[in-house]
């Protein structure tokens, strides 16, 4: 299930609720593609599903002219997987794509590719990239060595990524709405009903609704952020108590990540027997894990507050001063938008209960 399709007939399988941006990739993979691309759409719609099966393609072009379907197969595979030694895929590493990201990314473009005659470099959440970045990589994205292909993802087009824009064939990918995420859960094996209340708490990330939907416990974790606000007394120490429980939920959440991560590694393995790899691909994997964790972090902080929020909104109902809950959802706002900046979470949490209105009867 989740995003480990590697040995399907078709990697473009996956990629939900986007057809016209999938008919375009597919047709331009096929004939003369252009060397720079930009998809542009929000987290979870698929994006970075669809880099990696263009870039399968791009890279199995060669073994598709030659007749080679066993090389064409392991190209698309590989890059499936994100670890076809000629896909580079690039990430942020601090809280913006950074200069010195910049100069390594230009050098990787410079270099030969190791397998075959293409290279594709995916430069992943490009929508946080720094100001001085742009004149950086510009002329490396409009005028790459011969066989090297950009495709940049981004969540929004801000000022500093415009001109890189320009540069690159648009490729847009819609917002997946509640009900396709919720029927791609069903036609994935999940039950209708956990498929429609995982959808409901993903808001539109297909990959955060697929863990939500293994996830035994995410009733309960619901129900503690909700509670928490009937906990707090305004004492430094229930506040600490309560949001280590929060935290240790949040620990709990990751189970089901762990789970798919581990056969990942094992699909590798796998992988590596039938086809061979050459290159780095077990600490691309390694790292991409992390991400993914710290990420599941995120969505978990987002989904507590939001859950947090809706105690206080239902308050603002009942109270006869609202002022104190109106306060507590601007603390809560100011939290969830500070997120993005990687502050340490227990801190951030713990000044944020402190802040909050006790709701004890």
């Known amino acids: 299930m989740a995003d480990a399709l590697f040995e399907t007939e078709d990697a473009w399988d996956g990629v939900v609720g986007q057809d016209p941006a999938v008919a375009m990739l597919r047709s331009a993979a096929a004939h003369d593609p252009v060397h720079a691309w930009l998809f542009l759409g929000p987290r979870g719609s698929g994006m970075q599903l669809a880099a990696r099966a263009f870039a399968g ?27 076809h030694p000629d896909l580079i895929m690039v990430e942020r590493v601090g809280a913006s794509i950074s200069a010195d990201q910049a100069d390594e990314i230009v050098r990787r473009a410079s270099r030969s590719p190791i397998e075959g005659s293409r290279k594709v470099l995916v430069l992943d959440e490009f929508h946080l990239v720094a100001a001085t970045v742009g004149p950086k990589l510009l002329k490396t994205i409009e005028e790459p060595p011969v066989g090297t292909f950009f495709v940049v993802l981004a969540e929004e087009l801000p000022p500093e990524l ?7 064939v648009r490729v847009e990918f ?5 009900p396709v995420v919720a029927a791609r859960l069903e036609v994935e094996g999940i039950p209708a009903d956990r498929a429609a209340e995982a959808a409901a708490f993903a808001h539109g990330d297909l990959d955060r609704a697929r863990l939500l939907a293994t996830d035994d416990r995410l009733a309960l974790r619901l129900a503690a952020w909700r509670d928490a606000p009937r906990r707090l007394d305004g004492t430094g120490a229930r506040a600490s108590e309560v949001i280590a429980e929060l935290r240790a939920a949040i620990d709990d959440a990751e189970s089901p990540l762990i789970s798919r991560q581990e056969a990942e590694v094992v699909e590798m393995a796998e992988r590596v027997e ?5 290159g780095s691909g077990a600490k691309v994997l390694e790292d991409r894990h992390k991400r993914e964790r710290r990420r599941l972090r995120t969505d978990e902080l987002r989904m507590g507050l939001g859950s947090l929020a809706a105690t206080y909104r239902d308050e603002l109902v009942v109270a006869a001063d609202p002022g104190p809950a109106l306060q507590a959802l601007e603390a809560i706002q100011l939290a969830a938008e500070d997120i993005i900046r990687n502050p340490n979470e227990e801190l951030q949490l713990l000044a944020l209960a402190l802040k909050l209105p006790s709701l004890i009867d």
């Open 57 to 83: 393609d791009l890279l199995a072009a060669e073994f598709d002219v030659k007749g080679d379907a066993e090389g064409a197969r392991r190209a698309r595979s590989l890059a499936h997987a994100g670890q």
């Open 162 to 168: 415009v001109t890189i824009a320009s540069r690159c």
């Open 174 to 178: 819609a917002p997946l709405s509640t």
């Open 274 to 278: 039938r086809y061979g790899q050459r």
